[in-house]
């Protein structure tokens, strides 16, 4: 109450009483605006949380589909799988848009193993994805811990004929995850990259993981410009493996350590983004894209990672359709192919975007799992920032606190530009990498309720961005 | 920027010169006790996530001793497990409070069926806690439906010799879930009372949960004062259970439904809260409670309920001494016996602390299960209110955004009084009631991050209620 007498004398002595009299009238149509759209939100989180889909369509592609690695049998499914729920969902039109991708098979599963003191250890591992692999007999070399690309480009030709063990791990202080995945993945992408240059017979690199357990965690790599007879083989290994090994490195740093995996890369294969939208009442030329990506890593059933932002995506048209909300501009639903190794399907669609003259509006991508909703990153000019600050108060009664600057995700960052307002989906990350990458990312580690509260906070901030983002005048509640 | 410009004037225009001075050094003081109070908090955030215990001494709980109902040689096993280890986390004195408990036990697994159509059906019960038994021939009898104690209550003396069948589900759209369920725990606690006294020959109560699945989730129940012969067996089917029930109603309203159960009450036994204090400094005669529930369900591990409050509870201690911070008033550890059916635990606490005179300032409950941190339920006047809500910026960096006022806890809310503030550790509550009172509350639900996040949330607003909330003037940040 203090504040408010506090200010109105303010502004007596320094607007004008018609500026005043217009700031009041504008404030009145602000609260019924307000009061519009916290009743749109709460329909959309009762519809989800009552009559939501995404928890069936997820079981429908994880157990049906399984993962689906780009290029493979199952991604093909998967389109398929895509194309036809987006039709049944009734989107105004829903299509494919074709795209090369790459096409890498990890073959048999692999194996590792050492011994020391006697006894003979069996370690979990898994390739990483592009990885080339090891000789029909295997590696079997002298093992060198390091903790950095710092520390292993420094050794130079040491490593020579070793095989170099990265295990620096996750960063437990950091309260998001990501932020914590963020500070380890440079072993795994370029880790081989570097050791190959040095004549290192293999690398094996720590899970990205905040958990200790025995399993191995795979994900892309890349050997840059190196030439292809430096490639070598790379894996990763479980996050309790590496502390034993490194224990055991300590006791018997003699000691060898042997791989196999038989992994390759074969010829780019054809494949497609799926896609499927909602005309735009007023402005249908303006478009919105809300996606995820429809590939995975082969080891689990892509559930979190990221089959939650697929039936997300699509809950949101489905959300919209089913409260019968008519978006101002076109909302586009995208099923982006190849996120996990090439982003190839992000670049295509940015690709076609611009030689199709489209004029992208805004985004929203939700690949970070489906855990329980916390709220948004946002990747934008300034003023559109604010105004998305400015609906704290309608979202953070569904615990969507976080509004905060930052990316929003792989496959609609192509898109970025001066007016494009992109938004990246973030939920809970504490669980994320205890699944991510695995064979434990599988469907009943998905909980219901957590995912359709997706659902519908990205309905609503879906919603509310069409509704205000390009007015004429945008209005800040 | 804008806005700041905009108040700078102002102040200037209304407050003395010397008036704004101070009001600047006092922010300037603020800002320092802020920065300590910032850093101290990311000091126990990072302890806790680096070398937390609560995790291990939960396993070692749930595996070790396991479900642990009041008066059972399990919940004995708890007690003393409880009191070795907070003398091995050091606090300055450990002691046992001697409190007499209720002991009901449930005898052999329920047993229910039902045929329909020429099929047979086994239905997934369990008794509620003081419930009597069946006859040792089980109750055989025709169901009547219902959604309410006031629809049973109109039924009348309709229900005589049938077993009636409460059956109102969670309402899926209230998004903090333990609303849902004290929207529906009037079926499992009265139900049977007001059908005995109309002569039902035995309830079923559907299960307290938004799930739908086939765990029964026990709890406790109570016959008021309906004189003992008109007590009826009562019992809690799965909440698939009841929909299949339901909808098999439908079609054949006279199918004649079985159950079997042989739980009984025997005379009350002797058990112990557990208790144990790090003295204050300056003032060792203010108390501070911070606690959780001992006892737990039998069915499950008592994992979630209420083993994470436990050893979060403990963790607090743990942390201030690692952290070598020294508490002014004296901070109490309790681990409340029988919290599940009769909170005899905190009413002997409670009537001990009047007893003896003690001073007690406030506390702390957690009993919400071990998900992420979301916040605390504060139940103070409103100064006090203030001053907690006022370190929402300490806090809302570790996901702490709800400081709502609310109840506490079942075992701290006797303590209430004018001068005493009481906050309930809100965590996140999604899938609390998928394992609440059932055979899946078990140590793998808890993921350990989580949990810690917990402990951390708990020992930072100890730590801030501790400093400010009864200084001689509170300070606000």
Redesign the interface.
């Known amino acids: 109450m203090k504040k408010i007498i506090f200010l109105i004398p ?1 502004s007596l ?1 320094i607007f004008s009483c018609n500026k005043n009299i217009e700031k009041k009238e504008n404030s009145n149509l602000l609260s019924i605006a307000e009061k519009t759209d916290s009743t749109n939100i709460k329909t959309i ?2 519809s989800a ?2 009559e939501g889909k995404s928890y069936e369509w997820l079981r429908d592609l994880t157990k049906n589909v399984g993962g689906r690695l780009s290029g493979s049998p199952e991604a093909q499914k998967a389109v398929e799988w895509g194309e036809k729920l987006m039709k049944e969902v009734g989107l105004d039109s829903v299509w494919l848009q074709p795209v090369m991708v790459p096409h890498w098979v990890r073959g048999e599963k692999e194996v590792a193993t050492y011994t020391t003191n006697g006894n003979q250890k069996n370690v979990p591992i898994c390739a990483l994805g592009f990885s080339v692999a090891t000789p029909n007999s295997g590696v079997l070399a002298k093992v060198i811990e390091v903790k950095s690309l710092e520390e292993a480009k420094a050794l130079g030709n040491k490593m020579e004929g070793k095989i170099v063990f990265f295990n620096r791990p996750f960063d ?2 950091l ?1 998001n ?1 990501f932020r914590a995945y963020g500070g380890c993945v440079d072993q795994r992408v370029r880790g081989a990259a570097i050791c190959g240059e040095f004549g290192a017979k293999g690398v094996i690199v720590r899970s990205m993981t ?2 200790i357990d025995d399993y191995p965690h795979t994900g892309t790599m890349s050997y840059g410009d190196l030439p292809i007879e430096k490639h070598i083989p790379t894996a990763a290994i479980s996050s309790k493996a590496a502390n034993i090994l490194s224990d055991d490195l300590k006791v018997n740093p003699n000691l060898k350590f042997y791989f196999k995996q038989s992994c390759k890369t074969l010829p780019d294969a054809p494949s497609f983004n799926v896609v499927g939208e909602i005309k735009g009442e007023k402005t249908p030329e303006n478009i919105f894209v809300v996606g995820g990506h429809l590939d995975s890593w082969d080891l689990g059933e892509g559930a979190h990672d990221d089959g939650t932002g697929i039936v997300q995506s699509l809950e949101v048209a489905y959300l919209f359709k089913k409260n019968n909300i008519k978006p101002k501009n076109t909302i586009r639903i995208v099923f982006f192919m190849n996120e996990e190794n090439g982003t190839r399907g992000a670049k295509k669609y940015a690709e076609l975007a611009t030689l199709n003259k489209e004029n992208h509006i805004g985004g929203l991508e939700s690949d970070a799992g489906g ?2 909703p ?1 709220g948004f990153s946002i990747d934008a000019n300034s003023v559109n920032t604010e105004l998305l600050q400015s609906w704290k108060k309608l979202l ?4 969507l ?1 976080d509004l905060d600057k930052g990316g929003s995700g792989a496959d609609i960052s192509p898109l970025k530009g001066e007016n494009v307002t992109l938004v990246g989906y973030r939920p ?1 990350s ?2 994320y990498f ?1 699944y991510h990458h695995t064979s434990r990312d599988t469907f009943d580690k998905v ?4 995912l359709v ?1 997706g659902s519908a906070s990205m309905a609503s901030i879906v919603y509310l961005m069409d509704k205000y983002l390009y007015s004429d005048s945008p209005v800040k509640l």
């Open positions: 303010f002595l989180f009762n949380l009552t437990d202080t309260i995850t905040n958990s855990h329980t916390r953070s009664p569904y615990g606190h809970d504490q669980r205890d909980n219901k309720r957590e509260l």
